[in-house]
């Protein structure tokens, strides 16, 4: 039993499938299991098990604004935990106030441990190498590798903590504390009601949100929104193709345009949409992915149904209390906010 | 019984006092009281009183960056519970990278509620009025106080928990929002070794610690720092004549050139130090403050003593669950990074 998956699972045992939720999984819906040794299964690190000690770890890390050059951005800046993993802003802002250079939007990281790959391009294949990634970018975190370690290896309650996860000869090294971070990242899975409904409680949507189900399968959204994370996967939205109107600065996702498929779960929390931050209202998000990528025009009542179905993805988030932070020693490095 | 004051006080009752903490008092050393009535005492608004429905509102809006204009910026980014209260930095970093123009160091906000007043220079009397200082100004959160109230305003589930905390009728004007964080921080006590033995435990500091205290007392340091905060009074450390030598920018402290004396509760959790962030090490600090303060310069085993003895004033922060803040609604007002 790992303690540390708080994210409370529902107390009803496995019903009957009904007929709805059926068509869903043919769909290729998938829940959130509802016992955590499945869960486990697909949320691990098999070459770096999760464990109470590592995740509790990663937590402070994940929290800790020292990681980053100035001492004043942490992962928690913008995947904040209480503002639906995100920062609720347009384009990502960081060290220095740098607007990211894509103008690319801050994904969430509660259900980021679904995402097929990491990154809106996808670049990265896990949690623990993306993690790598906004830590040293200049308009990010900006710091260097060795600036993350010797903060780290600086206090000595983290090397104590790094020592009783890892054992006593762990080497703290960047990927060392990036896998740790990304670890921790990998437990931040949110049941909803859906889940529980795609588990067998019948009663856990109400008519309207079944309603909002059947037009999301029926009009075809599940072709790309799917799996467990209901969306995640790759290639689906193409960015040079439809968003010539929109003011995307110079990037063109990967090698093909495309960039990732967003996740769905919480997506009522994670205004503004897209990859480029610029559709304020879900409403308006849903026609927009109806128009390009489905090429349908979605009547008000379609869309007005979907926003109810996706009001059921809102999840369930543990109590996570704020880590209190060992003190700097002498020879931390001081932050550097230029 | 307010059940938000989760910080845990000691379990013990009270002792025979002994010589020493009969010194400490008659030196002005008071500690943290050992029964939460009297606690509710000190740090309680009698125009506003303590209610666990207002400390929890009043929590969730100190961690919402949604007050700043940019949207990036909470009160806990620059006085962050998990790191002693305050930021680590030398001098505060708000609004578009903006250092603070007059170079001051961001305060704990652990305490803060012993200050006799708030700001370096002493300029409000509580933290009510402090809270609407930094949301407003220009280098720091840059909002006006109607961005403030329509954000709030905006989000149904914050108008409910205000409705919840103040009665039907309330207006959710800044000055309430403000008046609400001011109450959370006025619960942020962490009561320490130090209470405990002023409280009666004879066993709660060590022998070092003990001796340290002797040596606060002897040389001097209680004639400022005193009270419940061990600090907090006004107008003990003159800017102007002893800080030539260093950067201080063009604040010149209130108009006899003053700033107020710092907390020493959980000072070995907020360097860097002075009002100017100058001094890194603690050790360095207090024989500073001796030479500018009492014209006495410390050995070193006197100043070594002395930071023995502020270990034991690391105070128990109680457990604070990160808030789940509501997403924003169609009305809420757009982040704006300019």
């Not at 059926?22 to 949320?43: C, F, H, R, V, Y």
């Not at 509790?56 to 928690?76: A, E, H, M, V, W």
């Not at 896990?126 to 903060?151: C, F, N, R, W, Y």
Request: overall charge neutral; charged content about 20%.
């Amino acid at each position: 039993m790992i303690k540390s998956i708080l994210f409370i699972l529902s107390a009803t045992s496995v019903l009957m499938a009904s007929s709805l939720s059926q068509d869903a999984t043919k769909a290729g819906l998938m829940p959130i299991p509802n016992s955590q040794s499945e869960l486990l299964k697909l949320i691990d690190n098999p070459k770096n098990h999760i464990t109470d000690k590592k995740v509790s770890l990663g937590k402070k890390l994940y929290f800790d604004p020292r990681l980053s050059k100035s001492g004043f951005i942490s992962c928690n800046s913008c995947h904040n935990l209480g503002e639906g993993g995100d920062d609720g802003i347009e384009a990502a802002v960081g060290h220095k106030w740098t607007v990211n250079p894509h103008h690319l939007n801050s994904p969430t990281v509660y259900n980021s441990v679904f995402n097929a790959r990491q990154f809106w391009d996808g670049r990265d294949p896990d949690l623990e190498t993306q993690a790598q990634g906004p830590i040293q970018a200049g308009p990010e975190m900006a710091a260097t590798k060795e600036h993350v370690s010797t903060t780290i290896n600086s206090m000595p309650s983290y090397v104590t903590e790094f020592q009783n996860a890892y054992g006593q000869d762990v080497k703290i090294t960047f990927e060392k504390i990036t896998d740790t971070i990304g670890l921790f990242e990998r437990t931040l899975v949110t049941p909803s009601p859906f889940d529980d409904f795609m588990n067998g409680d019948e009663n856990a949507l109400n008519t309207a949100q079944k309603d909002g189900l059947k037009t999301f399968i029926e009009v075809g959204c599940t072709s790309c929104h799917n799996g467990v994370g209901i969306g995640g996967g790759m290639n689906a939205f193409n960015v040079t193709a439809t968003y010539k109107h929109m003011n995307v600065g110079d990037f063109k996702g990967d090698k093909y345009g495309m960039v990732k498929v967003s996740l769905l779960r919480n997506i009522t929390q994670t205004a503004p949409y897209f990859h480029n931050g610029m559709i304020k209202s879900l409403n308006e998000a849903i026609k927009e992915m109806a128009r390009i990528q489905l090429g349908t025009k979605l009547t008000n009542k379609q869309a007005k149904s979907i926003e109810e179905f996706l009001k059921s993805l809102e999840g369930r988030k543990g109590v996570i209390a704020v880590p209190m932070l060992p003190a700097s020693s002498a020879t931390t490095p001081a932050p550097n906010l230029n």
